[in-house]
């Protein structure tokens, strides 16, 4: 049976030189079609009314509405009336935990899984895959487990950064850590450069954007792709998770 799965998975919510969701307005607006409400999940920020009051003002300029789960007596509920989920970026310790403390993974996943489009930025893109243990962030608080989402049957790891070889810095590099996540794991990790997105539907994962991302898989060099490249076959899709 074909996933109908809609999964928009981006590496960061702002790029340098440009605002707010500015590098992915066209896809959101593509992405989300004839959705009109968005519930947007705060959570990975401490000041989550600033964030909602940021993030409301950049949907409505695009012509959506935007309510926030943090501030609804029933998330559940809303998660059930709302088009389209949004979640954001910010400290995906704090995001997976608040998710956990408030029982939302489930009604998150069943309603992705029955079609419900989902956007994911940094954090939110993190919490997508099966654990959060690819993610750079530090643990300022202790969720019940790493296990998330489980949208895709990949680990995310946005604002992922190359090895510098002139770089003086001792400490280990984003590809060495991932390294060492499959040295104890088997899933598949996706490092999605700043400025590239995720693109998730009928079975198909695409990288979009500029900036391309790296495929790692245990016991396998990392693999190198550009935009536009659908990567089912090194990640496996939606159908898999």
Do not use: C
Request: glycine fraction near 10%.
């Amino acid at each position: 049976m074909r996933s109908i799965s809609r999964i928009l998975l981006i590496s960061n919510s702002t790029v340098h030189g440009r605002g707010y969701l500015d590098h992915v307005e066209d896809e959101i607006r593509n992405f989300l079609g004839g959705a009109r409400t968005v519930l947007f999940f705060p959570f990975a920020l401490y000041d989550r009314d600033s964030y909602v009051a940021k993030t409301k003002a950049r949907f409505a300029a695009i012509g959506y509405s935007l309510e926030s789960a943090h501030a609804t007596d029933n998330p559940k509920r809303a998660i059930e009336q709302a088009d389209a989920i949004f979640i954001g970026g910010g400290n995906t310790f704090r995001l997976l935990k608040a998710l956990q403390d408030l029982d939302l993974l489930e009604a998150i996943r069943r309603k992705v899984k029955t079609g419900m489009p989902y956007i994911g930025s940094s954090a939110g893109s993190n919490v997508a895959g099966p654990t959060i243990r690819t993610t750079k962030d530090m643990p300022i608080v202790e969720p019940s487990s790493f296990d998330s989402l489980r949208l895709v049957p990949f680990q995310i790891s946005p604002h992922y950064l190359d090895p510098d070889p002139t770089s003086t810095h001792m400490g280990e590099t984003q590809e060495e850590r991932i390294v060492q996540f499959l040295e104890e794991n088997e899933t598949p990790v996706v490092g999605i450069r700043e400025g590239a997105w995720l693109w998730i539907e009928n079975g198909n994962v695409t990288l979009k954007g500029r900036t391309g991302a790296r495929i790692f898989r245990r016991g396998e060099p990392p693999t190198e792709t550009t935009p536009g490249t659908e990567i089912s076959s090194l990640v496996g899709g939606p159908d898999a998770s």
